[in-house]
């Protein structure tokens, strides 16, 4: 992943996310057994790590790598 403001930095936004819940299962146990290989703790973590590598895959796929421009909100 990328590094630097575009990155995470700067301000939080709260969002609401809501899961099926095998999928919230699936995570928790994913967090669980892979956390000696990859350091993630906390769901929050993993969820942040997961946007930012579909983010990058797409940025590449799509757009040279380049971040997409903003969208109004």
Not at 3 to 27: N, V
Not at 45 to 68: K, M, P, T, V, W
Request: charged content about 25%.
């Amino acid at each position: 992943m990328r590094s630097g403001p575009q990155d995470g930095e700067g301000p939080i936004k709260k969002i609401l996310l809501s899961l099926p819940q095998q999928d919230k299962q699936r995570m928790v146990s994913t967090i669980v057994w892979a956390r000696p290989h990859t350091g993630i703790k906390n769901q929050q973590d993993f969820i942040r790590q997961a946007i930012g590598e579909l983010c990058d895959r797409l940025e590449a796929e799509y757009n040279g790598g380049q971040r997409f421009p903003d969208v109004a909100e």
